[in-house]
T-cell receptor
Framework: NAGVTQTPKFRVLKTGQSMTLLCAQD?????MYWYRQDPGMGLRLIHY???????AKGEVPDGYNVSRLKKQNFLLGLESAAPSQTSVYFC????????????FGPGTRLTVL | GESVGLHLPTLSVQEGDNSIINCAYS??????FIWYKQESGKGPQFIID?????DKRQGQRVTVLLNKTVKHLSLQIAATQPGDSAVYFC?????????????FGKGTHLIIQP
């Protein structure tokens, strides 16, 4: 049982490039989330999903898109990366409601030059 | 604004002493609270949670206290060890609230002195 995994662990992009971050969970959780974490700040919710085929916006959704084609996977896309998107990205999942305990992945450190 | 905050951004304690990390919240509708531990370069790790129908909950070397009257949450770590060095986040949620789910505080950095 690997829990929540994320790929890649590190990535450097140039402004305007695109990329996709992959999150996978093997706990059969319904809910999945993408957060970003910036120095001195708490976790901020980007997008989340309440089940396969669904997505919803969080606190800071601009510049990101997501997809949940399979229950166990949640993808975060950056279509045209900007330096302001330099951050550490965390994926999380919870069994049911958004208010249930969330279990986090190890994070992806993204730098946009 | 942020509804969950911490009184001290950094807490330094001697190895073997007890640590107390505090958290204040402002949403009186919050009824579920979690403490997470985040070590350098890793994702947040669940430590302990408490629901609003309880005042205290104990785990292994950790205790969470909830004071709903003053909207205050604390995490007590007994006999701190070097491995306890990390940033600790509190998070809150209201079960009847919106889909945003958990609201996280900025974190307290716990430093263990040898």
């Amino acid at each position: 049982n690997a829990g929540v995994t994320q790929t890649p662990k590190f990535r450097v992009l140039k402004t305007g490039q695109s990329m996709t971050l992959l999150c996978a969970q093997d706990m059969n959780h319904e809910y999945m989330y993408w957060y970003r974490q910036d120095p001195g700040m708490g976790l901020r919710l980007i997008h989340y999903s309440v089940g396969e085929g669904t997505t919803a916006k969080g606190e800071v959704p601009d510049g990101y898109n997501v997809s949940r084609l399979k229950k166990q996977n949640f993808l975060l896309g950056l279509e045209s990366a900007a330096p302001s998107q330099t951050s550490v990205y965390f994926c999380a999942s919870s069994l049911w409601r958004t208010t249930d305990t969330q279990y986090f992945g190890p994070g992806t450190r993204l730098t946009v030059l | 604004g942020e509804s969950v905050g911490l009184h001290l951004p950094t807490l330094s304690v001697q190895e073997g002493d007890n640590s107390i990390i505090n958290c204040a919240y402002s949403n009186s509708a919050s009824d579920y609270f979690i403490w997470y531990k985040q070590e350098s370069g890793k994702g947040p790790q669940f430590i302990i949670d408490i629901r609003s129908n309880m005042d205290k909950r104990q785990g292994q070397r950790v205790t969470v206290l909830l004071n709903k009257t003053v909207k205050h949450l604390s995490l007590q770590i007994a006999a701190t060890q070097p491995g306890d060095s990390a940033v600790y986040f509190c998070a809150e949620s209201a079960s009847g609230g919106g889909a945003d789910g958990l609201t996280f505080g900025k974190g307290t950095h716990l430093i263990i002195q040898p």
